[in-house]
Each structure stands twice: as structure tokens, then as C-alpha cells.
């Protein structure tokens, strides 16, 4: 049983270029999170994804955008990449009926993103 | 609104002595909490939850972890250290917010286990 896979693992950008991120849930789950890390920093909730709408939306400006796939996959666009987007970006999936009771997160290895 | 404070950024111990890291939240409704570990180049393990049961919770790998709602703390503890355990450890509350969880996560503990 796979569990949550992203791609790449590895990205390099320059300022002002834009990058999508890719993954795939573990199998059976239908609800994709996406997370910010900075080094040194816990992760950060960017918004979340359910039936192929975004649910909920932390504190990050519009330049971050997702989408869900009816295979619940999902890819995270960040547009006018800043210096500051440099980080960890982390997937978590989960089973959407999990989250009124308290979510249990699995997640992936993450992307390490790199703006110069 | 929500918050959780991570007492310690590091702690450090010696294998087979007691770990105990800790947590404090602030939550405006009974929260659920977890902790989730995470090794170098891995991504995020749950260790244990809290959603209103029992208040001292079992985890996985020895660890355990006691909510005490007076306190408003969920500290994480292991009575004995192994090296394996070395790791970024994470506390994270998480309370409903338009039918779903969104999960806050502290700053995290490294936890340093020495020979």
C-alpha cells in the first residue's frame, strides 16, 4: 500500500517564475492538505482539499492555488515565486470523514523548493 | 483562535534516561492534540492523539503523552531513550473551523539522544 507520494522532491526556481507541486494520497483517502515548512519552523496549514474544492484556506496569499483531481491527487501552484517561498512543502492526505472527529494526517517526504 | 507553544527547541538526553518534551496550547474549544515526529528527510509520523477519551494517551515506539486541561499542556514522554528516537518532534493542536480541523503546529523540539 503506497502511502503519499510527491513530486519532485528536489525544485530549483528564480524569483518571479511560477512552480507546481504534485501528489498523490495515500491509497483510500480523499482529503489533500497542503503545508508550508521553513527551516527551523513547524509546518504551516496553506489550505486543504476535499471533492476536488478547497475547504479551508490558512494565511497565504493568492499567488498559492490548488486544485484536486477526481483521482483526489492535487498539485499546489505558487505564482511570482519571492525569495521567502523557499521551504519544505509538505502533502498530507487523510479520509474526509476523519476530519469531524479529529484529523489523523499522513504525509509525504515533502518538496524542498529553492528560489534564488 | 488557536496556538501551541513549544517549551524546549532542543533537549537533550542519554540513552536509556527518561524523555519529556513539552507542550503548551491555547484553544477557544476542547481541542484535539497530537504529536507527530519527524526524522531527516522523512516526512511526519503521528505519534500519539488526544480527541476527548482517555486523558493519558499511548503512542506508538513507547512514547505517551497526558492532556491536562488544567494546565492546558499535553507533554510527550518515553520512560527510556533510545538513539533511534533522535529526531524534530511536533505539537499540534487542532479544533473545528467550518467543518473541518485545521491543524496548528508548534515550532518543534529536536530531540538530541547521546550514547
Known amino acids: 500500500d503506497a502511502g503519499v507520494t510527491q513530486s519532485p522532491t528536489h525544485l530549483i526556481k528564480t524569483r518571479g517564475q511560477q512552480v507546481t507541486l504534485r501528489c498523490s494520497p495515500k491509497?483510500?483517502?480523499?482529503?489533500v492538505s497542503w503545508y508550508q515548512q521553513a527551516l527551523g519552523q513547524g509546518p504551516q496549514f496553506i489550505f486543504q482539499?476535499?471533492?476536488?474544492?478547497?475547504?479551508q484556506r490558512g494565511n497565504f496569499p493568492d499567488r498559492f492555488s490548488g486544485h484536486q483531481f477526481p483521482n483526489y491527487s492535487s498539485e499546489l501552484n505558487v505564482n511570482a515565486l519571492l525569495l521567502g517561498d523557499s521551504a519544505l512543502y509538505l502533502c498530507?492526505?487523510?479520509?474526509?470523514?476523519?476530519?469531524?472527529?479529529?484529523?489523523?494526517?499522513?504525509f509525504g517526504s515533502g518538496t524542498q523548493l529553492s528560489v534564488l | 483562535a488557536q496556538s501551541v507553544t513549544q517549551l524546549d527547541s532542543h533537549v537533550s538526553v542519554s540513552e536509556g534516561t527518561p524523555v519529556l518534551l513539552r507542550c503548551n496550547y491555547s484553544?477557544?474549544?476542547?481541542?484535539?492534540l497530537f504529536w507527530y515526529v519527524q526524522h531527516p528527510n522523512k516526512g511526519l509520523q503521528l505519534l500519539l492523539k488526544y480527541t476527548s477519551a482517555a486523558t493519558l494517551v499511548k503512542g506508538i515506539n513507547g512514547f505517551e503523552a497526558e492532556f491536562k486541561k488544567s494546565e492546558t499542556s499535553f507533554h510527550l514522554t518515553k520512560p527510556s531513550a533510545h538513539m533511534s528516537d533522535a529526531a524534530e518532534y511536533f505539537c499540534v493542536v487542532s479544533v473545528p473551523s467550518g467543518g473541518s480541523y485545521i491543524p496548528t503546529f508548534g515550532r518543534g523540539t529536536s530531540l538530541i539522544v547521546h550514547p
Open positions: 484553544s477557544s474549544y476542547s481541542p484535539s
Open positions: 491509497s483510500g483517502h480523499d482529503t
Open positions: 482539499y476535499y471533492e476536488e474544492e478547497e475547504r
Open positions: 498530507a492526505s487523510s479520509w474526509g470523514q476523519e476530519v469531524y472527529v479529529g484529523e489523523k494526517l499522513f
